[in-house]
């Protein structure tokens, strides 16, 4: 993993994190004042995307020699999908409704 000064992240970047921090200590007390931000770039050595949120797949994080990993695409940055048999409200991640296995449209 590379370590970005913070001399590298944009401005907005910057703002943003340093205004979090106080936000989650005043919010969430002890736990809010040991939040720490991960910041990576977008792009590996390769050139290409590390990960894309919105497309299938896996991306994971090695922190020491802990990892962490997350299935692709994330459901939170996709709108939301209708069954259209039972009509729940479910997570744009998903392919098929949990409750009645219905295909849901893509």
């Given at each position: ?25 005043n919010m969430m007390?002890?736990l809010g004042k ?15 995307l590390i990960a ?55």
């Amino acid at each position: 993993m590379t370590r970005i000064d913070n001399l590298d992240l944009n401005k907005g970047m910057q703002a943003f994190l340093t205004a979090m921090k106080p936000i989650l200590a005043n919010m969430m007390g002890s736990l809010g004042k040991n939040f720490d931000f991960f910041v990576f770039t977008a792009v590996g050595k390769n050139g290409k995307l590390i990960a894309d949120a919105r497309q299938e797949g896996v991306f994971s994080v090695a922190i020491g020699e802990d990892q962490f990993r997350w299935r692709l695409p994330l459901g939170s940055v996709l709108p939301p999908k209708t069954c259209p048999k039972c009509t729940e409200v479910l997570s744009g991640a998903y392919k098929f409704c949990p409750y009645d296995g219905t295909p849901l449209d893509n």
